[in-house]
């Protein structure tokens, strides 16, 4: 089992960045892949991009493609989510998850743990 706590959220300008953080405990953290998802008020949770396990290989959703960076530092037990030219349409609680599968997904009900979640805000 592994726990997941975010962190990096905020209030940001419109074409402003920020960097979410996601730190795991628990085992055998580099045998999962990991994602970012996101939920804005009153929409359901959606896909933002996730990594393999060794961080060779990442996923996007098409609308942060180009703006958002996702990687992982499995030394650190930690995933990261490097948010550049944010929008206000960017506003949501960001979560991060874990998959014990080695197919990387953008489906949520793959992923096995989550963390609480992070409010990230950006004003236009």
């Known amino acids: 089992q592994v726990q997941l706590v975010e962190s990096g959220g905020g209030l940001v300008q419109a074409g402003g960045s920020l960097r979410l953080s996601c730190a795991a405990s628990g085992r055998a953290f580099s045998s999962y892949v990991l994602g970012w998802f996101r939920q804005a008020p009153g929409k359901e949770r959606s896909f933002v991009a996730a990594?393999?396990?060794?961080?060779?290989?990442?996923y996007y959703a098409d609308s942060v493609k180009g703006r958002f960076t996702i990687s992982r530092d499995n030394a650190k037990n930690t995933v990261y989510l490097q948010m550049n030219s944010l929008e206000p349409e960017d506003t949501a609680v960001y979560y991060c998850?874990?998959?014990?599968?080695?197919?990387?997904?953008?489906?949520?009900?793959?992923?096995?743990?989550w963390g609480q979640g992070t409010q990230v805000t950006v004003s236009s």
């Open positions: 990594v393999t396990r060794s961080g060779s290989n990442t």
């Open positions: 998850a874990a998959d014990r599968n080695i197919v990387i997904s953008g489906h949520a009900f793959e992923y096995d743990y």
